[in-house]
């Protein structure tokens, strides 16, 4: 069990734990989810108040429970680990939004049905660069880690896909993740990279950048 935004969230073991990591915070301050103050609507997209929306790698299901309390109608909140769907789903419960918040097991998109089209699709990544044949030691490398970033490219190739007219893909990255690569991935998938929110992070002596990004569709 962890408190953040005010509210108590159970913790799974293995699942990503914003209690060790100040990421979760910052993302619902960027998305500007409450108690975060909301951003000025002209400075770029936020969460969709009456709208439905996707995330990728839920985790604890913190976001996706914050943005079902903040108004969205349907938020379905995927995850490649089996022990984080269970996760969100009980802090979905614990929270009394379940019957608007949809646990999905699987990898990236896998889990979202033919046709189903969402608002806002968002994924607070595993920015952690490792070699291409990288093989995970433990499950839990998972949350940081993406073996030749094949999973951010097809973040890149795919979000923008799944989008109702005038929707917004957003991808949380950080500087310590391999920014030049990434962009790289993204003029490869016809995709350009919008800085929508920054957030600086005092880490020890080190200062580190979070950056809200819209995923584009370059013309
Ligand atoms: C940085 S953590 C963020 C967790 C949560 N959104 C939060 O902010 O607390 C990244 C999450 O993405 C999940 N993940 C990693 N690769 C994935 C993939 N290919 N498909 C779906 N989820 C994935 C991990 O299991 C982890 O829960």
Redesign the pocket.
């Known amino acids: 069990m962890f408190a953040l935004a005010g509210r108590e969230w159970d913790l799974l073991a293995g699942?990503?734990a914003?209690v060790h990591?100040p990421?979760?915070a910052v993302?619902l301050e960027l998305l500007g989810l409450p108690p975060a103050p909301a951003p000025d609507p002209d400075s770029g997209p936020v969460f969709p108040v009456d709208g439905t929306f996707l995330?990728?790698?839920?985790?604890?299901g913190?976001?996706a429970v914050s943005a079902a309390l903040a108004g969205c109608t349907t938020v379905v909140a995927?995850?490649?680990?089996a022990q984080?769907v269970r996760n969100t789903a009980m802090n979905a419960e614990r929270h009394g939004v379940a019957d608007r918040l949809v646990p999905r097991h699987?990898?990236?998109f896998d889990a979202v049905g033919d046709g189903e089209r969402f608002d806002t699709v968002y994924?607070?990544?595993?920015y952690v660069l490792a070699p291409d044949g990288y093989e995970y030691g433990a499950d839990h490398e998972?949350?940081?880690v993406?073996p030749g970033y094949r999973?951010h490219r097809r973040y890149l190739a795919e979000a923008p896909g799944l989008l109702t007219e005038g929707g917004t893909a957003l991808l949380q990255f950080s500087e310590r993740g391999d920014l030049g690569l990434l962009r790289r991935l993204a003029e490869e998938c016809g995709r350009t990279l919008r800085p929508v929110r920054r957030c600086h992070l005092r880490e020890g002596e080190e200062t580190i950048e979070l950056v809200l990004y819209e995923v584009c569709i370059k013309n």
Do not use: K
Request: hydrophobic share 40%; proline share 3%.
């Open positions: 699942v990503f914003p990591s990421t979760t993302a995330e990728i790698g839920a985790g604890t913190v976001i995927t995850d490649i680990s984080a699987g990898d990236l994924w607070h990544s595993n998972r949350a940081y993406d999973a």
